[in-house]
């Protein structure tokens, strides 16, 4: 029988991180996916849960862009990002945000869509920004807003991270009621679900090694 010793270990292999182009293609490819499906949200009249979900909402009540307004909502979070993710995370997410606002505004310049069947449109471009988000996520950058809040203030007052942000995404909801169709509510709270469904399919602690 042969001892323990003579058994060949599994060699670990050393964890190798993402250069700094590596994330800066990351962060364009992730916000340029991101940014389609909003221009194919806004197309249908749609919109989604957080700080995007906010930004439409201001684009469908001011006609403000939704660039402009998805890159203001965002301000007020940096400093919460800087205080609890570090400087390269704030940075990183200032770019993708930034990105995302320029993106969203620069498709239609390029791309024109003669027509779009409004719920198969929502629920597809919430496939392509959960695509997107897994881009950022893995490269260690996010489109701030919400999230970053929800997860200050559980580390602060242990509030829940999860329920704020189902009740911010509720009152989002609720809000839509007056700006959107009954078909375009269900399909965008479809959608969502379909966002989140694949960040937690694909964005676990540990599951990958970088």
């Given at each position: 029988m042969a001892s323990v010793d003579n058994i060949k270990q599994p060699v670990e292999q050393p964890r190798i991180g993402?250069?700094?182009?590596?994330?800066?293609?990351?962060?364009?490819?992730?916000?340029?996916?991101?940014?389609?499906?909003?221009?194919?949200?806004?197309?249908v009249g749609a919109l989604t849960g957080g700080t995007a979900g906010m930004a439409f909402l201001a684009h469908y009540v001011t006609q403000i862009s939704f660039g402009t307004a998805f890159f203001i909502i965002n301000l007020p979070f940096y400093y919460l990002s800087f205080r609890r993710m570090g400087l390269p995370f704030t940075l990183k997410t200032f770019a993708a945000v930034a990105l995302?606002?320029?993106?969203?505004?620069?498709?239609?310049?390029?791309?024109?869509?003669?027509?779009?069947?409004?719920?198969?449109?929502?629920?597809?471009?919430?496939?392509?920004?959960?695509?997107?988000?897994?881009v950022l996520f893995r490269h260690k950058a996010s489109l701030g807003g919400v999230n970053i809040l929800a997860l200050f203030l559980q580390?602060?007052?242990?509030?829940?991270?999860?329920?704020l942000q189902m009740g911010v995404d509720c009152c989002i909801v609720l809000a839509s009621l007056f700006v959107v169709s009954y078909e375009m509510l269900i399909a965008s709270v479809l959608g969502a679900v379909i966002v989140n469904l694949i960040i937690a399919m694909n964005h676990r602690p540990g599951r990958y090694s970088v």
């Open positions: 993402h250069t700094l182009v590596e994330d800066a293609l990351a962060i364009v490819i992730g916000t340029l996916m991101v940014s389609f499906g909003v221009v194919m949200l806004r197309q995302v606002s320029v993106f969203s505004d620069l498709h239609p310049l390029f791309v024109h869509f003669d027509h779009l069947q409004p719920f198969y449109a929502t629920l597809f471009a919430n496939v392509i920004m959960g695509i997107g988000f897994i580390d602060k007052y242990g509030i829940r991270a999860g329920k």
